[in-house]
């Protein structure tokens, strides 16, 4: 299995050299590339397509932010790319900036506590699997003039310190035994405690964790958005025919969302490196069952995957499309849990959703650096569609059944049912898992 690939970038070559010098002792991360100042970061990972970049903040021309621009201008054109920022600045408020605006796959680390044991490894197979990290000395900031406040259990002190190192409630709640929900009752109740003691010294601090602990939610929730980051030239060829920034089109499409069951159990027993290593792998075949039928990748969020047929391009045939592409996703991970329950590791189950509806889509932000939203029904039912599927299965609304020029011979139509966020019922089909593929037993509910 291929180890994490990273991408160096810093204007001193001493410091690139010592980086990869260091990541050179982990067996599972392989350095494919360094930069020196933005156009070379930005070339050499769009070539080198790693799953992590790790850069200085300042780097030429202007030595300003071209590390953090060019990190997002990577993302914009490989999505689910992630981002370790090394800085020089312990700022509590420009790290939890830089976390709440990238959100998931960011870390932040101090350029001079990297060689202390093995924060900078942490912090790639972190963001390799979109997940996100502050330096120990960022979150003591953050949270050492919030504890002054006093009156905090020992559980309440390790609750705060899991907030500030931006950990997600699912995360704190597989630490702590516990359900998300009830994390969010405790972190609730805690903000709270702490604003009726805060003093107006302490009201910054306290600000800022809420901000970080919004963002963190907020991903977790939605992901980084529901828009897609543009590939090189897509944006370009938009506009170019016309299509105005901030114009808004409808389009008939068939979404297409898969999710692994039972990860966050997979998660809690795995080693992370070990974990980081099959998501990557993972997400590779998922890109390519998807990009082999004409689909665009709208997201990579943790576990799970969307997709889309029938934009930006509009195509006639994308429920036929999103179906090949969705059977192609089972077929390739197959191959992949083969490979791993002959090395020991634990194999992936897959659900897959896929609704055919009518979305509005349109080009935000600038001609500079633009992102390609959808907006519509069709991607709220597809997460709750995938919800349904067991390992190996397919579950697809009615409409996109009713759309396929050949349909599957096996298939089950599911009880019409309400979903949870819609006053429509849905009435959707059941594409069992084929006789050859292997049965997996996931435990817990889809995650």
């Known amino acids: ?17 010592g980086v990869s010098a260091m990541l050179q002792r982990d067996s599972d991360v392989e350095v494919v590339g360094m930069a020196e100042d933005y156009d070379t970061l930005v070339a050499g990972a769009v070539e080198a397509h790693p799953d992590v970049v790790v850069s200085d903040i300042r780097m030429p021309p202007h030595f300003e932010s071209e590390g953090i621009d060019a990190c997002k201008e990577i993302r914009k054109r490989h999505p689910g790319t992630g981002i370790v920022i090394l800085s020089q600045y312990d700022d509590p408020d ?69 907030i500030a190192s931006g950990r997600t409630c699912k995360s704190i709640a597989v630490a702590l035994n516990t359900t998300p929900s009830a994390i969010d009752d405790r972190v609730e109740r805690l ?3 702490l604003a009726e003691g805060v003093s107006s010294g302490q009201a910054g601090a306290l600000d800022r964790l809420r901000r970080l602990h919004r963002a963190i939610v907020e991903r977790e929730e939605q992901g980084e958005s529901l828009s897609r980051l543009l590939p090189t030239g897509v944006a370009d060829q938009l506009i170019a025919e016309g299509r105005a920034v901030g114009e808004t089109e409808t389009l008939d499409v068939t979404v297409v969302m898969s999710d692994i069951r039972g990860y966050t159990t997979i998660a809690e027993h795995a080693d992370p490196a070990v974990l980081a290593q099959q998501l990557n792998r993972h997400r590779a075949e998922m890109n390519r069952a998807i990009l082999s039928e004409g689909g665009t990748v709208m997201q990579y969020v943790g576990d799970a995957v969307m997709a889309v047929f029938g934009a930006p391009v509009a195509t006639s045939d994308h429920p036929d499309r999103a179906l090949a592409a969705a059977l192609a996703m089972h077929q390739r991970q197959d191959v992949v849990n083969a490979e791993w329950s002959a090395e020991g590791r634990t194999p992936f189950g897959l659900g897959i959703g896929v609704v055919t509806g009518t979305v509005a889509a349109a080009l ?21 569609l995938q919800q349904f599927a067991d390992p190996g299965e397919t579950v697809l609304s009615e409409p996109t059944w009713n759309s ?8 089950e139509q599911l009880e019409s049912q309400l979903v ?28």
Not at 115 to 136: C, F, H, K, N, Y
Not at 364 to 375: A, C, F, H, I, Q
Not at 420 to 447: C, F, I, M, S, W
């Open 191 to 193: 903000f709270v405690h």
């Open 420 to 447: 949870k966020g819609r006053d429509t019922p849905v009435a959707p089909y059941l594409l069992p898992r084929p006789n050859h593929a292997p049965e997996l037993q996931t435990e817990g509910a889809p995650t």
């Open 1 to 17: 299995m291929g180890a994490i690939t990273v991408f160096l970038a810093d204007d001193s070559a001493i410091i690139r050299a």
């Open 364 to 384: 935000l932000g600038s001609e500079e650096r633009v992102e390609y939203t959808l907006v519509g029904d069709a991607l709220n039912l597809c997460q709750r």
């Open 404 to 411: 396929l020029t050949e349909r599957p011979i096996e298939f």
């Open 94 to 162: 420009y790290a939890v900036s830089l976390l709440a605006e990238g959100s998931a796959g960011y870390a932040y680390l101090l350029k001079d506590r990297i060689a202390e044991g093995d924060q900078l490894s942490r912090a790639i197979r972190e963001v390799a699997t979109g997940g996100s990290m502050l330096d120990p000395v960022i979150v003591s900031a953050l949270i050492n003039p919030v504890r002054r406040t006093g009156g905090l259990s020992t559980d309440d002190d390790e609750l705060l310190e899991m």
